[in-house]
């Protein structure tokens, strides 16, 4: 049964009227230009490689909330996948480190070339010019997307157990049960209730 029929109208005054009991299953009015969760995009639970180099380190994505990708546009793609409200799981698996997940964390804002990245106030290759390199390059370029942690450690302390799912992807979906009630019991936290909440 259709109980409600979008009208555009064009005009300052305009609006696309809606009303009934299922208003709440339409698309709000004036989001046309806007990616919207539920109706463009899923947000979806990914494993995500977080990385730790001479030019990038875990420290730095801990304390200025964010993650990054950069040389080569299969990386550029994995980060450019992320959707606002998506929520993954950082994992480090650099050499010379133990291999293991250190973040949980919520996607903010999708990611740009570092070029354009301003954070609290700064460019973030005002604080980090390391992470500068191949900045002119659209596919080279470090890829940076903002988050929300929600619950971190060190990579000292980086959670890992035999058997467990890590993909050697940049990022992949997480549905592994075992893997996912592993992260819930050492971060203290509910993967599918994060998934749920809409604020970022």
């Known amino acids: 049964m259709v109980e409600a029929t979008l009208l555009w ?65 299969v990386f550029r793609k994995a980060i450019c996948g992320f959707h606002p409200g998506d929520v993954f799981a950082g994992y480090i698996s650099a050499k010379g480190l133990p291999h293991g997940y250190v973040g949980i964390g919520r996607i903010t804002e999708q990611a740009k070339r570092i070029n354009d990245v301003v954070i609290d106030g700064k460019p973030l290759l005002y604080r980090y010019p390391e992470m500068g390199e191949h900045s002119d390059s659209e596919n080279r370029s470090e890829h940076v997307a903002k988050v929300k942690w929600i619950k971190t450690v060190p990579k000292e302390k980086a959670k890992r157990k035999t058997g467990i799912f890590a993909a050697r992807n940049v990022r992949a979906k997480l549905s592994d049960p075992e893997t996912v009630a592993f992260l819930t019991k050492e971060f203290g936290v509910r993967l599918d209730e994060l998934l749920q909440r809409r604020g970022v």
């Open 9 to 73: 109208k064009l005009g300052k005054s305009t609006a696309n009227r809606i009303a009934g009991h299922y208003k709440g299953k339409f698309r709000r009015q004036d989001t046309l230009h806007h990616e919207l969760p539920g109706f463009d995009f899923r947000n979806e639970l990914y494993f995500f490689n977080v990385g730790h180099y001479e030019d990038r380190k875990w420290e730095h994505c801990r304390e200025w909330n964010f993650i990054a990708a950069a040389h080569g546009s």
